[in-house]
Nanobody
Framework: QVQLVESVGGLVQAGGSLKLSCAAS????????VGWFRQAPGKEREFVAQ????????VYGDSVAGRFTISRDYAANMMYLQMNNLKFEDTAVYFC???????????????WGQGTQVTVSS
C-alpha cells in the first residue's frame, strides 16, 4: 500500500508564499490521480488541486486557480504544492492524497497524508 507523508506547514503573512511537499512510499503512483485537499475550521473538506501521475494533466479548485501550482517528481516520488499570494482564507489543514484512476475524490479508496497546518495572518 502507498503511504503519504507531508512536510510541515507553517505561518506566513498574507501575500506571501509557501511550498508543501508530500513523499510517497510503499507503492507506485503510476495509475493514480494525486493532489491536495484542505479543511478550514468549521468548514467541509475542499478540493485544492490534482495532477495525473502519468501525463501531468492538472485541475485546480476555483478558489486557488492562478495562485497555486501543483507538480510531481518521478525520480523523487514526490508531489508538491506551491502556494503564492496567500490569503487569510487559505488558512486550513492541508492533506495530500492519491486515488486510483483519473479523479481525485475524498471518497476514493486511496491514500491520505496526515495533514499539516497552514496559517496565513492578515
Amino acid at each position: 500500500q502507498v503511504q503519504l507523508v507531508e512536510s510541515v506547514g507553517g505561518l506566513v503573512q498574507a501575500g506571501g508564499s509557501l511550498k508543501l511537499s508530500c513523499a510517497a512510499s510503499g507503492g507506485t503512483l503510476s495509475r493514480h490521480a494525486v493532489g491536495w485537499f484542505r479543511q478550514a475550521p468549521g468548514k467541509e473538506r475542499e478540493f485544492v488541486a490534482q495532477i495525473a501521475w502519468i501525463g501531468g494533466s492538472k485541475v485546480y479548485g476555483d478558489s486557488v486557480a492562478g495562485r497555486f501550482t501543483i507538480s510531481r517528481d518521478y525520480a523523487a516520488n514526490m508531489m508538491y504544492l506551491q502556494m503564492n499570494n496567500l490569503k487569510f482564507e487559505d488558512t486550513a489543514v492541508y492533506f495530500c492524497a492519491a486515488c486510483p484512476g483519473v479523479v481525485l475524490s475524498t471518497s476514493c479508496n486511496g491514500a491520505w497524508g496526515q495533514g499539516t497546518q497552514v496559517t496565513v495572518s492578515s
